[in-house]
C-alpha cells in the first residue's frame, strides 16, 4: 500500500504553475538625466509653439500696443515718434466713421454667422448618412473654401449686379424692383454675407461631421427602436452632443468673421475700395484700418484701431463663452431634475 503524500511542491519565488512567468515591471531609471527627462522632456515638446508664437504674435502685439500709445507716421521713428498716450484711443472713439464700420462689421458677422451654423449643421447631418458616392459628396462641400477669394467675388458681383444680375432677374418675376446692391448698407451686408456663407459653410460642416462620427450608433438604434424620428433624434441627441465642437466653431467663426477684409472690399470695387462705397456702407473695422495706413500713413491710428478690434473680438468671444457655458448649466440642470423624479 502506498502512501501519498499531502505536501505540495514548492513553486519557486517569481515563477507561476505551468512554467510561466509574469511579466517583470519596466525599470524605471534612476540616473540624473533619467529624471530630467521625466520632468523636462513635455516642456520641451510643447516649446516649439510657444517660440513661434512669442515671435510671430505676442511680440507683434506688444509692439503694436506700443505704437498706439504715438503720433507715429510712416517716416518716423522710435526716438521722433511723439508719445501722445491714449489720445489715438479716446480720437477714434469718439469718431463717427469707426462707428459706422463696427455697425457694418457687427452686421454682416451675425447676418452671415448664424445661418452659416445652421447649414452647416444640417448639412454635416446630410452627409452622415448611409448615402451614395458619401465621399464625393464630403470632398465636394469644400470646394468653395479653397476657391479664391477674388474668383468669387467677382462671381458674386455679377449676381448681385444691378442691371444684370440674376438675383435681380429672380426678383423681378415676383415683382420687385431692381436693387442696387453695393448702394445701401442693408443690401451689401445681405450681398457680402450670402458670399461668406457660400465659401465658409462647407468648412465648417466637414467640422460638425468629424464630431459626428465620434457618437455612437447604438444610441441611434437604441432611440429608433423607440421610435424617434431622425429629425427628432438630430435636436435632441445629436446637437447635445455636439455642444463643444459648436463652442469651437462658433469662437473661430466669431474671430473669422469680425476681422472680414476681402469679401467686401473685392465687393464693394470702385475708385477707393478701402472705403466701401461713396457712404462706406460697407466699409469693415479691417477695411478702416488699412485706410488709417494705406491712405493716411498713420501707423500709430492704425495700430489704435488693430487694437481696438482685438478688444472688439474679445468682447464678442467672452459673450459667446458665457452664452454657451450657460446653456451647457441649463442642460446639466435639466437633466439633475430628470433623474430626481426617476
Not at 449686379?161 to 431692381?178: E, H, P, S, T
Request: charged share 15%; aromatic share 14%.
Amino acid at each position: 500500500m502506498t502512501v501519498q503524500s499531502s505536501t505540495r511542491p514548492e513553486v519557486a519565488p517569481g515563477h507561476r504553475r505551468g512554467g510561466s512567468t509574469p511579466p517583470t515591471e519596466p525599470q524605471r531609471s534612476k540616473g540624473v538625466l533619467g529624471r530630467l527627462d521625466i520632468k523636462y522632456s513635455p516642456y520641451l515638446y510643447i516649446a516649439p509653439f510657444f517660440v513661434v508664437f512669442g515671435i510671430f504674435g505676442l511680440w507683434p502685439l506688444i509692439y503694436t500696443l506700443r505704437m498706439s500709445l504715438y503720433d507715429w507716421d510712416l517716416g518716423s521713428t522710435v526716438e521722433t515718434a511723439k508719445f501722445v498716450g491714449f489720445d489715438n484711443f479716446a480720437m477714434f472713439l469718439g469718431d463717427s466713421d469707426f462707428w459706422n464700420s463696427v455697425v457694418n462689421t457687427i452686421a454682416m458677422f451675425l447676418m452671415s454667422t448664424i445661418p452659416q451654423l445652421i447649414l452647416a449643421l444640417i448639412l454635416a447631418n446630410a452627409l452622415n448618412k448611409r448615402l451614395r458616392g458619401r465621399t464625393l459628396l464630403r470632398m465636394g462641400v469644400l470646394i468653395p473654401n479653397i476657391t479664391s477669394v477674388a474668383a468669387v467675388s467677382i462671381v458674386f458681383t455679377q449676381l448681385y449686379n444691378r442691371d444684370f444680375g440674376l438675383i435681380n432677374w429672380v426678383l423681378g418675376l415676383f415683382g420687385v424692383d431692381a436693387i442696387d446692391w453695393t448702394a445701401r448698407s442693408w443690401s451689401s451686408w445681405v450681398a457680402i454675407s450670402s458670399m461668406v456663407d457660400w465659401r465658409w459653410t462647407g468648412y465648417n460642416a466637414l467640422i460638425f461631421l468629424a464630431a459626428m462620427q465620434s457618437i455612437p450608433r447604438d444610441i441611434y438604434e437604441s432611440a429608433s427602436i423607440d421610435g424617434a424620428s431622425g429629425w427628432r433624434q438630430f435636436w435632441t441627441m445629436t446637437v447635445p452632443m455636439l455642444r463643444p465642437t459648436i463652442i469651437f466653431v462658433t469662437i473661430i467663426s466669431t474671430i473669422g468673421g469680425l476681422q472680414l477684409y476681402g469679401e467686401p472690399l473685392l465687393f464693394t470695387g470702385g475708385g477707393n475700395p478701402l472705403l466701401g462705397g461713396s457712404d462706406r456702407q460697407s466699409q469693415t473695422v479691417t477695411m478702416f484700418l488699412m485706410e488709417q495706413f494705406y491712405m493716411k500713413f498713420e501707423l500709430g491710428r492704425a495700430a489704435t484701431v488693430a487694437w481696438l478690434l482685438f478688444i472688439l473680438i474679445m468682447i464678442f468671444s467672452i459673450i459667446n463663452f458665457l452664452f454657451t457655458r450657460s446653456l451647457r448649466s441649463a442642460d446639466g440642470k435639466a437633466k439633475q431634475r430628470k433623474v430626481a423624479k426617476r
